[in-house]
Structure formats: structure tokens, C-alpha cells
Nanobody
């Protein structure tokens, strides 16, 4: 079965860069048509899709976050990562990685447990 695990710092200072890594087991991130996503949820708010990297390495970003967000992958480790610079307190949220498997008639989603990231001095 597919499992995902986020890892990275829980505290980031304002103006600094956040780096998170998601390790995927039970499925290859290079298999067609699989997509690796980052989603976050600020306190008291809904889920916000941040971006994704596809099975072929193509990247997609939310327009509001694109200028400060970068998603990459390490296929040898079956991992994908999130980098977000110029962090502010408004970026405090639970950050999730999610694996999307697109089939001809059905799309399946697999989520990590999420990791709390607090931006504070």
C-alpha cells in the first residue's frame, strides 16, 4: 500500500526558507500517471493546494505561491521536496504531502499525516 511521510523543521524564522521532504513507499513517483502534491492548512482555514510534480518531472504551482515556491524530486530515493522562501507568520500551517494516482475512470489520493510548521521569531 502507498504510504507517505513528511519530514522537516517545525519552526522557521520570518524571511527564512522552509524545506520539507516527503518519502513515498508502496508506489514509484515516476510511474505514469502519478502526481506528487503539497497542500497546506493554516489555522482555522481550509486546505490550500500549493503545487505538484508529475511522474515526468513537470511542475505545477498555485499562482499565488509560485514566486516563492519550488518543488523538486529525488527519484533514486523516491522522495519529493518543497522549498518555500521568504516565509512569514501567515505561512504558519500544517503541511501535507499527497500522492495522486490518475486512472482512466478513477483517481485515488494518498496523504501523509501532515507536519506543523510555525513561522515565528
Amino acid at each position: 500500500q502507498v504510504q507517505l511521510q513528511e519530514s522537516g523543521p517545525g519552526l522557521v524564522k520570518p524571511s527564512q526558507t522552509l524545506s520539507l521532504t516527503c518519502t513515498v513507499s508502496g508506489g514509484s513517483i515516476t510511474t505514469s500517471y502519478y502526481y506528487c502534491n503539497w497542500i497546506r492548512q493554516p489555522p482555522g482555514k481550509g486546505l490550500e493546494w500549493m503545487g505538484a510534480i508529475a511522474y515526468d518531472g513537470s511542475t505545477y504551482y498555485s499562482p499565488s505561491l509560485k514566486s516563492h515556491t519550488s518543488i523538486s524530486r529525488d527519484t533514486s530515493k523516491n522522495q519529493f521536496s518543497l522549498q518555500m522562501n521568504s516565509m512569514t507568520p501567515e505561512d504558519t500551517a500544517v503541511y501535507y504531502c499527497a500522492f495522486r494516482v490518475v486512472g482512466g475512470t478513477q483517481t485515488d489520493y494518498y496523504w501523509g499525516q501532515g507536519t506543523q510548521v510555525t513561522v515565528s521569531s
